[in-house]
């Protein structure tokens, strides 16, 4: 059977391919440590369960209106007022199955076969595949050296055009964990200001997981909010993964496409998960406060851990639950008959090997990195991060 063009274009996600091989491995008994996928380990609060439950004995079993049910839109559009000062009204709003979703609605709906879009590396996996499925042009922008994995005004100046349509990119940023200043925000808003054909995408879904003190969505800057869509979810902040519950704001014509486009493929968001993200969106920002800080003790353990790994260099995550060290200084070294070639190798190894699933930059658009989650407990990120550091060390 020949399968379609489109189908051809895409490639398997590589957080979601360790992860299979990862389960492979693990039904056949081997003790896999799995930090591939981001996934908190959390539980869900107790709060949006008991919303949920109630949800269903109050019937909430019928078909939603395709965009969300108006209530979860109206908190939305006030999470967004309140949390990032962005103005959405409801029907700029609307509720996808996960931001991933709502990321395709956007792509679909702006993009045609050849126009142009931009993304700051690293990036997504999901970011990449999606515009090469509408067979976009896409422009990447490679970091600076010693600039924590962030592009600079300069570097937009230098790619940017009049041809070009969309800006995707998410702070805080999956895979670096790297989070943008106001100021360095304002700086690529300028930029962004002599080219008012080109959207900006903002990923927020890692919005509660800052490291930081100064969170800034680049919509709220002077200027932007017209041509900036926001996306987030529920997936990090609250450990919803399993929930598919997405949203984004947008100006309105823009929203209007995506419920359209939606509206053919999904049609709206699971009505029980409605239900329970209307009762997350309405609580005080301030629940999220004990998950960030576990996180934060995660981020100290993982760097020191891997500082002490000779080979390892990394820049300081502000955000998320990331690491990205390049490995590159690993390259031609040897292991039981293996030679470590490329970021991938040393994934392979260290999944064959030492147990441990991690994944390669290669899908990130870093091919020299490797990509880190410590979304697991402080118990199991110790065991992995020796498993890994004795590996490397046995290196030749």
Same mark, same amino acid.
């Given at each position: 059977?020949? *399968?379609?063009? =489109?189908?051809?274009? !895409?490639?398997?996600?590589?957080?979601?391919?360790?992860?299979?091989?990862?389960?492979?491995?693990?039904?056949?008994?081997?003790?896999?440590?799995?930090?591939?996928?981001?996934?908190?380990?959390?539980?869900?609060?107790?709060?949006?369960?008991?919303?949920?439950?109630?949800?269903?004995?109050?019937?909430?079993?019928?078909?939603?209106?395709?965009?969300?049910?108006?209530?979860?839109?109206?908190?939305?559009?006030?999470?967004?007022?309140?949390?990032?000062?962005?103005?959405?009204?409801?029907?700029?709003?609307?509720?996808?199955?996960?931001?991933?979703?709502?990321?395709?609605?956007?792509?679909?709906?702006? *993009? %045609?076969?050849?126009?142009?879009?931009?993304?700051?590396?690293?990036?997504?996996?999901?970011?990449?595949?999606?515009?090469?499925?509408?067979?976009?042009?896409?422009? #990447? =922008?490679?970091?600076?050296?010693?600039?924590?994995?962030? @592009?600079?005004?300069?570097? !937009?100046?230098?790619? @940017?055009?009049?041809?070009?349509?969309?800006? @995707?990119?998410?702070?805080?940023?999956?895979?670096?964990?790297?989070?943008?200043?106001?100021?360095?925000?304002?700086?690529?808003?300028?930029?962004?200001?002599?080219?008012?054909?080109?959207? /900006?995408?903002?990923?927020?879904?890692?919005?509660?997981?800052?490291?930081?003190?100064?969170?800034?969505?680049?919509?709220?800057?002077?200027?932007?909010?017209?041509?900036?869509?926001?996306?987030?979810? *529920?997936?990090?902040?609250?450990?919803?993964?399993?929930?598919?519950?997405?949203?984004?704001?947008?100006?309105?014509? =823009?929203?209007?496409?995506?419920?359209?486009?939606?509206?053919?493929?999904?049609?709206?968001?699971?009505?029980?998960?409605?239900?329970?993200?209307?009762?997350?969106?309405?609580?005080?920002?301030? #629940?999220?406060?004990?998950?960030?800080?576990?996180?934060?003790?995660?981020?100290?353990?993982?760097?020191?851990? !891997?500082?002490?790994?000779?080979?390892?260099? *990394?820049?300081?995550?502000?955000?998320?639950?990331? /690491?990205?060290?390049?490995?590159?200084? !690993?390259?031609?070294?040897?292991?039981?008959?293996?030679?470590?070639? %490329?970021?991938?190798?040393?994934?392979?190894?260290?999944?064959?090997?030492?147990? /441990?699933?991690?994944?390669?930059?290669?899908?990130?658009?870093?091919?020299?990195?490797?990509?880190?989650?410590?979304?697991?407990?402080?118990?199991?990120?110790?065991?992995?991060?020796?498993? @890994?550091?004795?590996? #490397?060390?046995?290196?030749?």
């Amino acid at each position: 059977m020949q *399968l379609s063009d =489109i189908h051809s274009r !895409l490639k398997e996600s590589s957080t979601l391919a360790m992860a299979r091989r990862s389960r492979e491995l693990m039904a056949e008994g081997v003790d896999i440590i799995n930090l591939s996928l981001g996934e908190p380990d959390l539980d869900v609060p107790d709060f949006i369960k008991e919303a949920a439950i109630q949800a269903i004995k109050d019937n909430w079993s019928k078909y939603p209106p395709v965009n969300g049910f108006l209530d979860l839109r109206e908190a939305i559009s006030n999470k967004f007022e309140r949390d990032n000062q962005l103005s959405y009204g409801p029907d700029q709003i609307v509720v996808s199955t996960g931001a991933k979703q709502s990321l395709f609605n956007i792509v679909l709906s702006i *993009l %045609s076969a050849g126009d142009e879009a931009i993304l700051p590396a690293p990036y997504w996996v999901t970011y990449y595949e999606q515009l090469r499925l509408v067979d976009a042009s896409i422009k #990447v =922008i490679e970091p600076l050296s010693g600039n924590n994995s962030k @592009i600079t005004p300069q570097q !937009l100046a230098a790619v @940017i055009s009049k041809r070009s349509k969309l800006f @995707i990119f998410s702070s805080p940023c999956n895979p670096t964990g790297a989070v943008y200043s106001r100021s360095e925000l304002e700086g690529l808003a300028e930029v962004f200001k002599q080219y008012p054909n080109c959207i /900006v995408v903002s990923d927020e879904i890692y919005e509660h997981i800052n490291f930081t003190d100064d969170a800034c969505s680049i919509g709220s800057i002077e200027g932007m909010q017209d041509r900036t869509i926001t996306v987030n979810g *529920l997936s990090k902040a609250f450990a919803m993964t399993g929930w598919r519950i997405g949203y984004m704001g947008a100006p309105l014509e =823009i929203a209007k496409a995506c419920s359209k486009m939606q509206g053919q493929c999904t049609s709206g968001t699971n009505t029980i998960a409605q239900r329970a993200a209307l009762a997350a969106i309405q609580a005080d920002p301030s #629940v999220t406060e004990p998950m960030q800080e576990e996180f934060r003790a995660r981020r100290e353990l993982v760097m020191a851990k !891997l500082r002490e790994i000779d080979g390892f260099h *990394l820049d300081r995550p502000d955000g998320a639950f990331y /690491v990205m060290p390049d490995i590159s200084a !690993l390259y031609g070294k040897r292991f039981e008959g293996h030679t470590i070639n %490329s970021s991938k190798d040393l994934c392979d190894l260290l999944l064959d090997k030492a147990h /441990v699933a991690v994944v390669s930059g290669e899908g990130f658009g870093a091919k020299d990195r490797i990509r880190i989650s410590y979304a697991s407990s402080q118990e199991l990120l110790n065991k992995a991060l020796t498993r @890994i550091a004795d590996l #490397v060390v046995k290196l030749q």
